[in-house]
């Protein structure tokens, strides 16, 4: 008996053995590259192999666009691959054998005219290696959202939910000041060297994606800041395509007959040789010719004449070693820059800027490890011309005279990357180990050439009657109520050098779980201090595939440097003198403001983020997300009035302002079809700081740094866009509505000095509804677009400047512009035109 069972044992054994053998030797694995369809890799793509019997296996291509499926029988699969952005690869046939196999996958990115019948990639996917807090825009929504200025790339990215546009046209990325978001191009920094923010001008029809990144921030980006918008643009292709937007000029009858708004965009790409070198280029010019209503007849017009070309090449000399290159170019003329309803024409200036900017990328593989290296060098030139020599004068509400300042800036840097991203090692699951390095050097230099400022009284008595002060009666007793003038040198020049390392894991722990470490050290010369930026997040996919993901993070983020506050410490010095209401000298005046640097050293300014998202997929075309974003600034700069109880003195550069931002947002994506699409995004915010306010030459208040909200801040935010098509001509209907609060603003008095807490005010909420109706149709085997758009069809004034001078009349039943509190400006209801030829059918 006890033999018996022994044989059974020894046989049972032996069979299974035989099994498992038999198993491993009809096993395969598949291992395999995306590329797109010029040869480069195509990360974050979602891979699906299904069987004959309609099991599917999926996986998820790596920074180099390398994927692998282990454990898989011999046999015919079909795959999918998918990626936002590209047409759906579906239905290629791929025969495994056993053991290895080697798959080379191919996406074509999207394109509007299409060759043949093919899907893009719904937008509604989730990601489930991707550990980042991110939304982005594909060429298609950037194209079709009808936004006020479709021809202004800026004006499009509004349409994110974390992107607001200030009064004066700054973007603002998730709560930050502009200049504390980095802003790349196809990798590299785009941001004015000088500032940081972002002034350089894109062709629209040439912007291939705009994507920003707000949380769990990789290690690879050297100066992140508290945020990353990134815009990504085309290379050629094997195909030769030609496209234009609004070629023909239009005509303004208001104030004369003038050349209207004219907005032509052209772009050209092909082959130089085909399936190896390529070339695209972007051409738009933007005129713009536009009447304040408010102001005068013949004294209320603006006009500027602006252009942008980029040119892009890619040389493939091996499947393995690809060279990229860009070149772009701005110019930007103004007319009468800063005309409003409270700024006269005399009060503006003439502005003329000029960018350029070169990239070179090298990317090499070797032994399945990519290499990439790239140099950039960015140059701008700006300068601002008054009208003229005379006084710049503030009023109690508005101004008048020539405006104080005439400013040539010149900005410069130079910067270096290199990023090594090694094959996947397996330990526990799949590793991902990437290192890098950066180095940048930043130059400004600066000429100013500064007159007086002119603050008068509301009114002065002469004869026993009063009268108004107006800018010509800037010498009448009694009406002058304090003079700045400028002394010292006004040609600051500085420069600053950066560098930095990092190195990073992502660790996938099969289905379920994806964690990602990284850290980060930056060097400054100006602040002459290195600091380290360690940062985590991780993924977890409760159903172990793309159907929802809960993602966490925590980061250090290094702040960029804003050249323009620090050169204020090289720059001159105001003078100030008041007057009472008999024009006698009020003492002690003069008296003198000097903006200095600390003789100790400054620390690095920087970012503390935690965030956290839920993303689910409810059926197949509907995606619904939650973040939840906390940013701590800390160290950062800004001027502190060592006198503050006192005219005059000390502005002394300190390191102890500490903005916060505290976000949650919920948005939905409802994909019906390829042709139908809708989305929506409300967001709760609150954006403040402990030092809110900026003095500067020319704008100086005599008080010490108060908290509060900064300018931008808009606590509720909702944003709608989406498209259908229509049964009338087969016309296609889209529609972009924003509602926000307003922005706030601070109060001054006769003397221009704060009254109340910074930023207590604020504009009316601000909500606008664009509605766009286009029909494309094929004319001699050519695709044309055509789109009516209606701006702001609500009517609201949504107003961009305010009297906020708290001296000035109170508005009443019959006095209600130029009162304390009138607002005025704004876009109103509009309509507008775009003629598109897109291409050969």
């Known amino acids: 008996m006890r033999f018996s069972c022994l044989f059974i044992s020894l046989v049972l054994f032996h069979l299974t053995l035989v099994g498992l053998k038999t198993q491993a030797a009809d096993s395969a694995d598949c291992k395999g590259i995306v590329l797109d369809e010029n040869g480069v890799p195509v990360p974050a793509a979602q891979v699906k192999l299904e069987d004959s019997a309609g099991h599917s296996y999926q996986a998820e291509t790596d920074l180099a666009g390398r994927f692998a499926i282990h454990n898989l029988s011999s046999g015919v699969y079909k795959a999918e691959v998918r990626k936002k952005g590209f047409f759906v690869l579906s239905g290629q046939t791929v025969t495994l054998h056993e053991g290895n196999n080697d798959v080379s996958l191919v996406l074509n990115h999207e394109q509007e005219v299409r060759e043949k019948v093919q899907v893009t990639a719904p937008s509604n996917q989730i990601d489930t290696q991707d550990t980042a807090q991110r939304s982005s825009l594909s060429a298609q929504e950037i194209r079709d959202i009808p936004v006020p200025s479709s021809h202004v790339l800026q004006q499009s990215l509004v349409a994110l939910p974390e992107i607001v546009q200030d009064n004066p046209g700054n973007l603002h990325v998730a709560g930050a000041r502009s200049g504390e978001t980095q802003y790349l191009l196809d990798g590299f920094e785009i941001g004015d060297p000088v500032s940081g923010a972002l002034t350089s001008r894109l062709n629209v029809d040439a912007t291939r994606a705009a994507e920003v990144q707000t949380g769990r921030i990789d290690a690879s980006y050297p100066h992140s800041g508290a945020n990353i918008l990134s815009l990504v643009t085309p290379d050629g292709d094997d195909r030769w395509r030609f496209g234009t937007t609004n070629p023909a000029p239009g005509i303004n009858v208001q104030e004369g007959v003038h050349l209207g708004d004219w907005y032509p965009r052209f772009t050209f790409s092909g082959p130089i040789e085909r399936g190896r070198f390529w070339f695209s280029d972007s051409i738009s010019v933007q005129h713009t010719f536009g009447v304040v209503k408010q102001l005068p007849s013949n004294a209320n017009t603006f006009e500027e004449w602006a252009g942008d070309n980029l040119l892009r090449l890619q040389y493939n000399f091996s499947p393995k070693h690809i060279l990229h290159a860009s070149v772009l170019y701005n110019r930007a003329n103004d007319s009468n820059l800063g005309l409003d309803a409270l700024d006269p024409q005399s009060t503006t200036v003439t502005g003329d800027q000029r960018r350029g900017f070169v990239s070179l990328k090298d990317q090499i593989w070797l032994h399945e490890t990519l290499f990439e290296l790239g140099i950039a060098a960015d140059d701008g030139v700006l300068d601002y011309t008054p009208q003229g020599s005379l006084p710049f004068i503030l009023l109690i509400n508005g101004t008048g005279g020539n405006y104080f300042q005439r400013l040539e800036q010149r900005g410069r840097r130079l910067q270096a990357v290199m990023n090594v991203t090694a094959a996947s090692r397996h330990w526990h699951g799949t590793h991902q180990v990437s290192v890098g390095a950066n180095v940048a050097g930043l130059i400004l230099h600066e000429s100013a050439q500064r007159g007086e400022i002119d603050v008068l009284n509301p009114t002065f008595s002469n004869n026993a009657t009063t009268s108004a002060c107006t800018a010509a009666d800037v010498n009448q007793q009694g009406c002058l109520r304090r003079r700045s003038t400028f002394t010292g040198s006004a040609t600051p020049h500085l420069s600053n050098t950066q560098a930095g390392t990092y190195a990073q894991d992502t660790w996938s722990m099969g289905k379920h779980f994806v964690f990602q470490a990284g850290l980060r050290t930056d060097w400054d010369r100006f602040t002459q201090s290195a600091m380290a930026g360690p940062r985590v997040s991780a993924n977890l996919l409760p159903f172990g595939d793309d159907r929802a993901k809960l993602s966490i993070g925590w980061g250090i983020y290094n702040a960029p440097l804003n050249l323009a506050l620090i050169g204020q410490a090289l720059d001159q010095q105001q003078v100030d003198t008041f007057f009472d209401s008999t024009g006698a000298v009020v003492p002690p005046s003069p008296v003198v403001s000097q903006f200095v640097l600390p003789s100790g050293g400054l620390r690095q300014p920087r970012f503390a983020t935690s965030s956290a998202s839920w993303q689910e997929k409810f059926g197949r075309n509907t995606l619904v997300s939650v973040d939840l974003l906390a940013r701590n600034g800390s160290h950062g700069f800004a001027f502190v009035d060592q006198q503050p109880l006192q005219p005059g003195g000390i502005f002394l550069l300190g390191d102890r302002r500490a903005d916060r931002f505290r976000s949650a947002s919920f948005s939905a994506r409802h994909v019906f079809s390829e042709n139908t699409e809708i989305y929506g995004a409300y967001t709760r915010s609150r954006a403040h700081s402990n030092e809110v306010l900026n003095p500067a030459l020319g704008s100086i208040f005599y008080a010490a740094q108060q908290p509060g909200p900064v300018a931008w801040d808009t606590p509720n935010r909702l944003v709608l866009w989406g498209w259908i098509p229509t049964h009338i001509w087969s016309m296609q209907l889209s529609g972009f509505f924003e509602y926000r609060t307003g922005y706030p603003f601070s109060v001054v008095n006769l003397q221009q000095q704060l009254v109340g807490p910074p930023n207590s ?80 059918k």
């Not at 604020?762 to 004319?779: I, M, T, V, W």
């Not at 758009?789 to 609201?796: A, F, T, Y």
């Not at 906020?804 to 209801?829: E, L, M």
Request: positive net charge; proline residues 4%.
């Open 761 to 840: 005010s604020r504009f009316p909420a601000y909500a606008s509804l664009n509605l766009g109706l286009e029909r494309k149709f094929e004319l001699r085997g050519y695709l044309w677009g055509v789109r009516v758009e209606g701006v702001n069809i609500l009517g609201r004034q949504n107003p961009d400047s305010v009297v906020n001078n708290i001296d000035a009349p109170v508005c009443s039943g019959t006095v209600r512009t130029g009162c304390f509190g009138a607002f005025a400006g704004g876009q109103g209801r509009a309509t507008t035109l775009r003629v598109r030829f897109v291409g050969r």
